[in-house]
Nanobody
Framework: QVHLVESGGGLVQAGGALRLSCAAS????????MGWYRQAPGKQRELVAR???????NYADSMKVRFTISIDNAKNTVYLQMNSLKPEDTAVYYC?????????WGQGTQVTVSS
């Protein structure tokens, strides 16, 4: 089983930046696509960013440019750099790993952006 552990969430002022980290318990990145999702109170979980095993990235339109997903294969860690944060970015952010036969989720990390 693959464990995903998020970190880096917290409270930040609007306009600020955070970098979320997702550490995997094994070298899964060559097998599975990795992604970040978020869920705000009263809303559905939504895609933030995704990166495939070939390095192709995909972002939700509202997050493109401001957010960047990247991977450090040596550290088995995927990152989400979040810039120019807005109060509407407040949510629990989840790391995800998905392949043809497996799907894993982290426990989530809270991001709160104050106005």
């Amino acid at each position: 089983q693959v464990h995903l552990v998020e970190s880096g969430g917290g409270l930040v002022q609007a306009g600020g930046a955070l970098r979320l980290s997702c550490a995997a318990s094994s070298a899964i990145f060559s097998i599975n696509a990795m992604g970040w999702y978020r869920q705000a109170p009263g809303k559905q979980r939504e895609l933030v960013a995704r990166i495939t095993t070939r390095g192709r990235t995909n972002y939700a339109d509202s997050m493109k440019v401001r957010f960047t997903i990247s991977i450090d294969n040596a550290k088995n860690t995927v990152y989400l750099q979040m810039n120019s944060l807005k109060p509407e970015d407040t949510a629990v952010y989840y790391c995800h790993s998905g392949g043809l036969s497996d799907s894993y989720w982290g426990q989530g990390t809270q991001v709160t952006v104050s106005s």
